[in-house]
């Protein structure tokens, strides 16, 4: 008997699922939430040129640009994870719902943003919080990947796995905390420090690939 089977063995029997469900449930969520930020998308209704309407809520805009980069990045890591997967089970789908309840939040803490301008601290301290929670919750699933060996795919890149998970449980909520600290400082720097994370994470993550 191999060592697999002596492991699937010594597991409680649970029921298992194929990936297929989950990943278009999860995917339908990321599309959606990517659809409302557009439509946070307006200008008020003055009669002042589109230039004018534009220069003056240019926060509006600048908070889509941080959500969109904020959606995409955690699409990019999620979408890793679950490549890794070939069945899971409840705990598993358990753990994604926890993933996908933090971005459906995204769009209302950007809008925050959008709507109170950044110069407020406290709209960026709440973006901030919703990173934070939406990462821990990334990190969890990334663990419970890594440690249940029979729902991955024999050849998944174990590395990637444990990156994940450090980085999403240790670094990002570290992140975020200082975002936290700093919004009542300089709310600019702030975000700039979000947004400096979003572009590194993705860039490195496809150097490394």
């Given at each position: 008997m191999t060592v697999e089977?002596?492991?699937d063995r010594s597991l409680p029997a649970r029921a298992h699922y194929g990936t297929e469900r989950m990943n278009a449930l999860s995917d339908g969520v990321f599309a959606i939430v990517l659809t409302l930020l557009v439509l946070e998308l307006k200008l008020p209704e003055r009669d002042e040129s589109?230039?004018?309407l534009l220069a003056d809520d240019w926060h509006v805009f600048l908070a889509w640009l941080i959500s969109f980069l904020a959606i995409a990045r955690f699409w990019l890591?999620?979408?890793s994870i679950t490549a890794d997967l070939r069945q899971c089970h409840n705990g598993t789908l358990a753990l994604n719902f926890s993933v996908l309840g933090a971005v459906t939040l995204v769009p209302?803490?950007?809008d925050i943003i959008g709507t109170e301008r950044v110069a407020e601290p406290w709209s960026t301290v709440v973006f901030a919080v919703n990173i934070g929670v939406l990462s821990v919750a990334v990190g969890l699933l990334a663990r419970h990947a890594a440690r249940e060996a029979q729902?991955?795919?024999p050849d998944h890149?174990?590395?990637l796995l444990a990156r994940s998970r450090t980085h999403h449980l240790y670094l990002l909520p570290a992140v975020t905390l200082v975002a936290t600290v700093l919004a009542f400082v300089?709310?600019?720097a702030s975000v700039g420090l979000l947004l400096a994370e979003?572009?590194?994470f993705g860039w490195l993550g496809g150097r490394r690939r």
């Amino acid at each position: 008997m191999t060592v697999e089977a002596q492991q699937d063995r010594s597991l409680p029997a649970r029921a298992h699922y194929g990936t297929e469900r989950m990943n278009a449930l999860s995917d339908g969520v990321f599309a959606i939430v990517l659809t409302l930020l557009v439509l946070e998308l307006k200008l008020p209704e003055r009669d002042e040129s589109i230039v004018a309407l534009l220069a003056d809520d240019w926060h509006v805009f600048l908070a889509w640009l941080i959500s969109f980069l904020a959606i995409a990045r955690f699409w990019l890591v999620h979408h890793s994870i679950t490549a890794d997967l070939r069945q899971c089970h409840n705990g598993t789908l358990a753990l994604n719902f926890s993933v996908l309840g933090a971005v459906t939040l995204v769009p209302f803490s950007a809008d925050i943003i959008g709507t109170e301008r950044v110069a407020e601290p406290w709209s960026t301290v709440v973006f901030a919080v919703n990173i934070g929670v939406l990462s821990v919750a990334v990190g969890l699933l990334a663990r419970h990947a890594a440690r249940e060996a029979q729902l991955l795919h024999p050849d998944h890149a174990a590395e990637l796995l444990a990156r994940s998970r450090t980085h999403h449980l240790y670094l990002l909520p570290a992140v975020t905390l200082v975002a936290t600290v700093l919004a009542f400082v300089e709310p600019y720097a702030s975000v700039g420090l979000l947004l400096a994370e979003f572009v590194a994470f993705g860039w490195l993550g496809g150097r490394r690939r």
